[in-house]
């Protein structure tokens, strides 16, 4: 098992900036691929970034290619992801999770789920 706990959530305004992080723990750590997604009011979850093992790959987004930016620390279990530019359709719960291995911007190919961190952008 791996347990995921998001952190960094918030209120900020439009323009603004917020760093989450996710601390992991139970099974190595680098073992595991991992990713932020987001799930806005009333919409599907839905992928931010991701990042592999090692760190030296990440994969965004579209919608935030440019503004978030996904590193890790694998001697603290932890990921992040740098938020800048924030607009209010960012404004969502956002969820780490953890993949055996290999990257992966697909809900399903999750093996592990944090319980989210609201951010709420306002215009």
């Known amino acids: 098992q791996v347990q995921l706990v998001e952190s960094g959530g918030g209120l900020v305004h439009t323009g603004g900036s917020l760093r989450l992080s996710c601390e992991a723990s139970?099974?190595?750590?680098?073992?595991?691929?991992m990713a932020w997604f987001r799930q806005a009011p009333g919409k599907e979850r839905e992928f931010a970034a991701a990042?592999?093992?090692?760190?030296?790959?990440?994969d965004y987004a579209d919608s935030v290619k440019g503004r978030f930016t996904m590193s890790r620390d694998n001697a603290k279990n932890t990921v992040y992801l740098e938020m800048n530019s924030l607009k209010p359709e960012d404004t969502a719960d956002y969820y780490c999770?953890?993949?055996?291995?290999?990257?992966?911007?697909?809900?399903?190919?999750?093996?592990?789920w944090g319980e989210g961190t609201r951010v709420t952008v306002s215009s």
């Open positions: 999770a953890a993949r055996f291995l290999r990257c992966s911007n697909h809900v399903n190919d999750m093996n592990y």
């Open positions: 139970g099974r190595r750590f680098s073992d595991y691929a």
């Open positions: 990042i592999s093992w090692s760190g030296r790959s990440t």
